[in-house]
């Protein structure tokens, strides 16, 4: 089983900066590939970015491509989110997720952070 914490969300304000962790309580953390999301309300979860195990292959959508940095450190078993020039439109809840490998879909996922952008 996995288990994964999110922390880091907050209020900022349109254009500031905020880092999200997502600790991870598993032994086989080098392993998974680790993602993360994020939902608005009234809207679906939306894919943000991606990375594979040794962080050698990362992925982002086009809405944070730029913007938004994942990177991952195994020693901790935890994996970021840099947001950078973060607008209102980037508020939501946002959530971490992990799969055991690439082929496979996201089916652990984190309880969410807040993060509130205001303009």
């Known amino acids: 089983q996995v288990q994964l914490v999110e922390s880091g969300g907050g209020l900022v304000q349109a254009g500031g900066s905020l880092r999200l962790s997502c600790a991870a309580s598993?032994?086989?953390?080098?392993?998974?590939?680790l993602g993360w999301f994020r939902q608005a309300p009234g809207k679906e979860r939306e894919f943000l970015a991606s990375?594979?195990?040794?962080?050698?292959?990362?992925s982002y959508s086009d809405s944070v491509k730029g913007r938004f940095t994942i990177s991952r450190d195994n020693a901790k078993n935890t994996v970021f989110q840099q947001m950078n020039s973060l607008k209102p439109e980037d508020t939501a809840v946002y959530y971490c997720?992990?799969?055991?490998?690439?082929?496979?879909?996201?089916?652990?996922w984190g309880q969410g952070t807040q993060v509130t952008v205001s303009s």
């Open positions: 598993v032994r086989t953390f080098n392993n998974f590939v």
């Open positions: 997720a992990a799969r055991p490998s690439i082929y496979s879909a996201f089916n652990f």
């Open positions: 990375i594979t195990w040794n962080g050698g292959s990362t």
